[in-house]
């Protein structure tokens, strides 16, 4: 199948910081990728719908201020966390979708 | 609008019995199905997925899952456990083929347990 790389799989930070989470599709162009929270013992939340080359989509309740998602070429969909708290602190995952979904391999972040 | 509901967040089974993993799913239009596998720390691997042909669906390590529209189920099962297979499980739904814009909506997800 195809290959998502996400980078980076951790990530510390001190609040207040920004954090960027790439997504790369490695072997196919993904029009559109999506990104997921996912809570520990929780299933995958849907934050957000990337378009490359328009502005992303947001689920209802994600702050878009907050996680800024960026689309800008076909194979690359980035997500920054900006001032972060320790609230923010969670596995990221990102997919990119041709004819099926295929996902990153997570992105844990740790604000403290 | 889609949904799925996985019964039993937790699973346990010994080494070498039937694996059954319930998932029951909500869809106003045709649904297609996917069952995805995580690792801990790690993202999702499609096991298998149901696009409207054949309901009986084999998928990857031997896994395979049955689409009955008169349950609305689509259940996983494995005839023979095996520890590699201890992992959390989601089922997952979609309007679509999973192309372009359509989303995956998922269950809360099922851990299995492989105990020797």
């Known amino acids: 199948g195809a290959v998502v790389s996400q980078h980076p799989s951790r990530v510390i930070c001190k609040s207040g910081t920004s954090v960027k989470i790439e997504c790369r599709s490695l072997d196919f162009q993904a029009t559109t990728m999506f990104w997921y929270r996912q809570f520990p013992k929780q299933s995958l939340m849907l934050m957000a719908t990337s378009n490359e080359g328009s502005k992303a989509t947001y689920e209802q309740g994600v702050e878009k201020d907050k996680f800024l998602i960026n689309h800008a070429s076909l194979t690359l969909s980035t997500l920054t966390v900006t001032s972060a708290h320790p609230e923010d602190s969670s596995f990221y995952i990102c997919?990119?979708?041709?004819?099926?979904?295929?996902f990153g391999q997570g992105t844990r972040l740790t604000v403290v | 609008a889609q949904s799925v509901t996985q019964l039993g967040s937790h699973v346990s089974v010994s080494e070498g019995a039937l694996v059954l993993l319930r998932c029951n799913y909500s869809?106003?239009?045709?649904?297609?199905l996917f069952w995805y596998v995580q690792y801990p720390n790690q993202g999702l691997q499609l096991l298998l997925k149901y696009t409207s042909a054949a309901t009986l669906v084999k998928g990857i390590n031997g896994f395979e899952a049955e689409f009955k529209k008169s349950e609305t189920s689509f259940h996983l099962t494995k005839p023979s456990a095996h520890m590699s297979d201890a992992a959390e499980y989601f089922c997952?739904?979609?309007?679509?083929?999973?192309?372009?814009?359509?989303?995956?909506?998922f269950g809360t997800g099922t851990q299995l347990k492989v105990e020797l």
């Open positions: 869809s106003s239009v045709p649904p297609y």
């Open positions: 997919s990119a979708q041709n004819t099926e979904a295929f």
């Open positions: 997952a739904v979609s309007g679509g083929v999973t192309g372009g814009g359509n989303k995956l909506t």
